[in-house]
């Protein structure tokens, strides 16, 4: 018997290689010689570093980067087996956590660090990047990001412009003459799920900007700033993305990874599905696993869950999906491939007491899982 597992992390507890293993071993427990396929999964956002590097027995990399208020940062990310591709998670360098609330400021917050990890990827040799661009702290439409790769922000008097979102106001010109030379050729894949505009009532400043310390009027000042960047970023470089679906993502990171990078834009799931060959796998399964933390009706809305689920049909695989939180609006998932969920909690039971003994819940579900498959006609 072939049985794919292929889960999600549970956030703050366990990463989808834990978890993954833990559904193994419940299994193991009632088919001892199935051939289960271990696939860590992640959309784009955190985790997707570690579920890659699991998944592909790839390399964890530690690099100190300006962080978002121009702190030093050790910022992990990593290097898939094949050698020539990066994973980074633009958060590890300029990411919300990073920044205490009360000093959160998107008109001085940087993606400087970020330009910094791919300076890093591009020492290592790498000649591809896979890049989650979830849970900014920053504003800079990427600004910061190319200034560490070499691309120079002047102002009317040929001077650098300062970092952070509102700097971008008194930008006049835009000379990437000494941009790396390395970045010829390196092929960038933008994982991300948002589809925001970068200005206007949809872009970056309006609706992420209060979640990063914008206030209305703040957010009026950093959506006049994008704007005026984006007019230069046309006039100087010839490229028109503003209204690119995803341009807005990251607080702009999206359009300085298309303009700067020439980045494709693909679903998180989608991303992690190709890097992992996941496909492969899943031919001639007669079962695929599943998991993710809660389960509710966003996870109908291209998370890992339906991500999985939806191929696994495409073989004709039967899919189960465990949580340790399944919601009253969850059944919105048996439309996209899930054909059960099952909680993992025994019983009533507080998330502390839950999260000390995950592995055991999840292996106990998966055994419970396995006999009742065992049990079909």
């Known amino acids: 018997m072939k049985i794919v597992i292929a889960p999600q992390g549970f956030k703050g507890n366990l990463t989808a290689l834990e978890v993954a293993r833990a559904i193994e071993a419940g299994v193991k427990r009632i088919v001892p010689d199935a051939l289960t396929i271990l696939k860590p999964m992640a959309d784009g956002g955190e985790g997707t570093v570690q579920a890659l590097v699991d998944a592909t027995g790839g390399e964890i990399i530690t690099t100190e980067v300006t962080g978002p208020l121009g702190e030093p940062v050790n910022a992990h990310w990593g290097i898939l087996n094949d050698r020539v591709t990066a994973v ?81 106001a008194d930008l006049e010109h835009i000379d990437v003459t000494n941009l790396d030379p390395r970045l010829v050729g390196f092929e960038v894949t933008l994982a991300c799920d948002v589809n925001n505009p970068l200005c206007g009532p949809r872009g970056a400043s309006a609706i992420y900007g209060p979640q990063k310390g914008a206030t209305p009027e703040l ?120 054909d059960a969920v099952l909680s993992i909690a025994p019983g009533p039971i507080s998330l502390d007491q839950s999260m000390a003994v995950a592995d055991k819940l999840i292996a106990d579900t998966a055994e419970c899982a396995m006999r009742l498959f065992m049990c079909r006609p």
């Open 88 to 168: 980074i998670e633009m958060a590890a360098a300029s990411g919300l956590p990073l920044v205490p609330p009360e000093k959160r400021n998107p008109l001085m917050t940087t993606t400087y660090g970020t330009g910094e990890l791919i300076l890093a990827a591009l020492a290592k040799g790498c000649r591809k990047l896979i890049i989650g661009i979830g849970g900014s702290a920053t504003n800079d439409g990427g600004a910061g990001m190319a200034q560490a790769l070499g691309a120079r922000f002047l102002d009317a008097k040929g001077k650098e412009l300062a970092p952070g979102g509102a700097a971008l």
């Open 219 to 338: 957010v009026e000042q950093l959506d006049a700033a994008l704007a005026h960047y984006a007019d230069v970023v046309r006039k100087d470089l010839g490229a028109d993305v503003r209204n690119v679906a995803g341009a807005g993502a990251a607080g702009g990171l999206g359009m300085g990874l298309m303009v700067f990078l020439k980045a494709r834009l693909i679903p998180g799931i989608d991303v992690v599905i190709e890097a992992t060959n996941l496909v492969a796998d899943l031919t001639g399964a007669d079962l695929v696993f599943t998991a993710e933390g809660r389960i509710d009706c966003q996870s109908a809305m291209g998370k890992v869950l339906t991500g999985v689920a939806l191929k696994a049909k495409e073989f004709g695989s039967p899919v189960i999906a465990l949580a340790g939180e399944v919601a009253d609006d969850c059944r919105v998932v048996y439309e996209q491939g899930i």
